[in-house]
T-cell receptor, first 111, second 114 residues
Framework: GDSVTQMEGPVTLSEEAFLTINCTYT??????LFWYVQYPGEGLQLLLK?????DKGSNKGFEATYRKETTSFHLEKGSVQVSDSAVYFC??????????FGIGTKLQVIP | EADIYQTPRYLVIGTGKKITLECSQT?????MYWYQQDPGMELHLIHY???????EKGDLSSESTVSRIRTEHFPLTLESARPSHTSQYLC?????????????FGPGTRLLVL
């Protein structure tokens, strides 16, 4: 079946550091890929998505590129802020329209 | 911007009580979901619905039940709450564009059973 593997946290960075959160997947067919963000005490918010190979999703300074050859969708941001502290979930929608989530990666940004 | 609502946001209740967690969306989405989120953050699908009068069990066995009488409303009920039900419950609905599905989440209900 479909699966999503993302790096375990927590990830602790200083403000203005470069962020990468790795995500790889296995899926049948041509999945759509997503990153969601969950701030403390809230539900998940869609951060960005990509629907086909080589697409780049971007939002709020975050980017991720759909790499079919490496089955990856790594999340990056050039300069993190304290307000980016949250849990980040990688997800995919596979062939049977089922959504599969990764385990979540907690990011803590310190001033 | 998605419009999906959950009430209550926080609930503290005693063992044995019956509770209903409400979830509503105003986007006309057919598919809706309930997830249970444990303290380690991982999401577990407990129920979903393809539309009115459709309900299915998810990957994680749950003692809760759901109903879908109206498109916009997908309540979750626990007939007799227990401390093991303490968790955060997230409701979601999804937009389907062609074969591509995007989920939108409510703010969650944090449940504490004493």
């Amino acid at each position: 079946g479909d699966s999503v593997t993302q790096m375990e946290g927590p990830v602790t960075l200083s403000e203005e550091a470069f962020l990468t959160i790795n995500c790889t997947y296995t899926a049948t067919g041509y999945p759509s890929l997503f990153w969601y963000v969950q701030y403390p005490g809230e539900g998940l918010q869609l951060l960005l998505k990509a629907t086909k190979a080589d697409d780049k999703g971007s939002n709020k300074g975050f980017e991720a590129t759909y790499r079919k050859e490496t089955t990856s969708f790594h999340l990056e941001k050039g300069s993190v802020q304290v307000s980016d502290s949250a849990v980040y979930f990688c997800a995919l929608t596979g062939g049977y329209q089922k959504v599969t989530f990764g385990i979540g990666t907690k990011l803590q940004v310190i001033p | 911007e998605a419009d999906i609502y959950q009430t209550p946001r926080y609930l503290v209740i005693g063992t044995g009580k019956k509770i209903t967690l409400e979830c509503s969306q105003t986007m006309g989405h057919d598919k809706m979901y309930w997830y249970q989120q444990d303290p380690g953050m991982e999401l577990h699908l407990i129920h979903y619905s393809y539309g009115v009068n459709s309900t299915e069990k998810g990957d994680l066995s749950s003692e809760s039940t759901v109903s879908r009488i109206r498109t916009e409303h997908f309540p979750l009920t626990l007939e007799s709450a227990r401390p093991s039900h303490t968790s955060q419950y997230l409701c979601a609905s999804s937009e389907l564009v062609g074969a591509q599905e995007t989920q939108y989440f409510g703010p969650g209900t944090r449940l504490l059973v004493l």
